[in-house]
């Protein structure tokens, strides 16, 4: 092992059924440094993490731990808590009906009697060491999301952790929250802890950390000291482009993007969520397509669920055709004509169990009434319609859409929506894990809609996309709009100057 390491993973390959998931990663983690692990989705941080923590096993490569003689064995997660590597999840794994103790000493204590005086003592004296401002006594659940972190991070550093992985801690905290678990983090680093801190925040990267390892498409970009590494070049490694990749891609899919004038057929002015999005305002002309960029994690899709009512709106207006209307659900939103495809196809999208035709006419029938039936023969021909007009591969309008591709089952979604004649329609990912024929055609068709008049606001990871098919674009960078890009400004270098912030 290299001197000062406390961790090395050399030559890490992890494959599923058709997918390379990791290929050859090597990855250092020194004692008493804070390592940002830094990728888009689909980059293969999660799979690192749990190759280390033994959720996975790995196909090839070693890990080596000090004190550990050779290359250690790691085939479950107690196999890598023995081996003094701790692991908080963004989700509270906790037990909130337990006091703070309770859960820092839970499948800890042995013998059949607990001793309640010495647990409470020994749990009081980690959490004054670590500044951590919660009772031992006290129930978890009247804690803040902050404190609870805390304490997750408390039960680690006792079982005397060499390694401590900390899988977005941030993601559900609020500013003051965020310092005070990096108050935590720092000393923790000054104690000779070994930090790996995996975010989608790149304030909260140069703000903590000392080192970052980037990954992309399951292979090693490359490691970087923090100074050495300009925000704007962090964004072009994780994206896997060059700020000089200037080609002209508008036009590639058979159509240009495209820009309206006239007045708004929607606009939101100081719109913030539960989901925690920054007040942002917004507006979408008649036939316009424009969209929100960043990063993932950034805060795009929680925008457009805050329009649509899928989220719990906090604060601001909204306008359609200059009215002012209230969306407190989305039921609210279909009924003033915006559909939704959303991100998450499988969670969010499909009713997996349901047919292909009852897919398409889900949002129709909502819209309708449940009082009020869709004939079979009206069912029929609607599914009939779009099945042949988006050239949906499918055996019949009965097969179970669960059985479809991907991208089939995207087309379905989206065929839910125009067979509500939406006068907006935003659309999350339409293009996610589906093949490039079918990404060229969804574009298309958007192009085509927005050409009829249809409003339509596209996200996309994929910036070639997003400049394909949008006019305008709004850059998200935490959770905030940074900036808005029209005309000559609409290109990759700005684009990913902006994400970025922070440099000349």
């Not at 962090?234 to 080609?247: F, I, P, R, T, Y």
Request: charged residues 25%.
């Amino acid at each position: 092992m290299q001197e000062g390491a406390v961790l090395e993973m050399r030559g890490i390959c992890k494959y599923f059924p058709g997918v390379r998931a990791l290929q050859d990663v090597d990855f250092t983690l020194r004692k008493g440094e804070i390592h940002a692990l830094m990728g888009e989705n689909g980059a293969g941080k999660s799979t690192l993490i749990k190759v280390l923590t033994g959720v996975y096993p790995k196909d090839g490569g070693e890990v080596h731990i000090e004190g550990v003689d050779g290359p250690a064995v790691i085939r479950s997660p107690q196999d890598a808590q023995n081996a003094g590597i701790s692991t908080v999840y963004q989700e509270i794994t906790l037990c909130p009906n337990l006091s703070v103790a309770e859960n820092m000493y839970i499948g800890r204590t042995k013998g059949a009697v607990t001793n309640w005086r010495k647990m409470n003592s020994g749990a009081g004296k980690i959490l004054e060491s670590l500044g951590i401002p919660a009772s031992p006594t006290q129930q978890l659940g009247t804690c803040s999301i902050a404190v609870q972190q805390m304490v997750a991070i408390a039960r680690a550093v006792d079982m005397e952790c060499k390694v401590l992985i900390l899988d977005e801690p941030t993601s559900s905290l609020d500013e003051q929250e965020v310092q005070k678990l990096f108050g935590l983090m720092r000393d923790l680093r000054a104690k000779g802890v070994g930090i790996i801190f995996v975010t989608h925040f790149l304030e909260q990267v140069y703000e903590v950390c000392d080192r970052i390892t980037v990954l992309r498409d399951g292979q090693l970009v490359g490691e970087y000291v923090i100074e050495a590494l300009p925000r704007v070049q962090l964004v072009s490694k994780m994206l896997g482009k060059e700020l000089d990749d200037m080609a002209d891609i508008k036009g590639e899919s058979g159509g240009e993007a495209i820009s309206r004038e006239g007045a708004p057929v929607l606009e939101a002015q100081g719109l913030c969520s539960s989901a925690g999005i920054k007040p942002f305002d917004f507006s979408i002309r008649r036939g316009e397509v424009n969209g929100f960029t960043g990063l993932l994690g950034s805060g795009r899709s929680e925008c457009v669920r805050a329009i649509f009512g899928a989220d719990h709106v906090t604060g601001g207006t909204v306008k359609m055709d200059g009215k002012e209307v209230k969306i407190k659900k989305p039921l609210d939103a279909m009924k003033l004509g915006i559909g939704y495809l959303p991100e998450d196809r499988k969670g969010d999208g499909i009713v997996g169990d349901l047919s292909v035709r009852e897919n398409i006419i889900l949002a129709y029938q909502v819209m309708k009434g449940f009082f009020r039936p869709i004939s079979r023969a009206q069912a029929e021909a609607f599914a009939d319609n779009y099945i042949k007009l988006l050239e949906i591969k499918t055996a019949s309008a009965d097969t179970p859409i669960k059985s479809l591709s991907g991208g089939n089952q995207q087309k379905c979604i989206l065929a839910r929506w125009l067979l509500t004649d939406p006068k907006y329609l935003i659309l999350d990912e339409p293009t996610r894990g589906i093949d490039i024929g079918t990404k060229i055609e969804i574009q298309k068709l958007v192009l085509r809609l927005a050409e009829k008049g249809t409003s339509a606001t596209f996200i996309s990871s994929e910036i070639d996309e997003m400049l394909r098919t949008c006019s305008r674009l709004i850059v998200m960078r935490d959770r905030k709009a940074v900036g808005e890009l029209s005309g000559e400004d609409l290109t990759q270098t700005k684009i990913m100057a902006t994400i970025a912030g922070g440099d000349e």
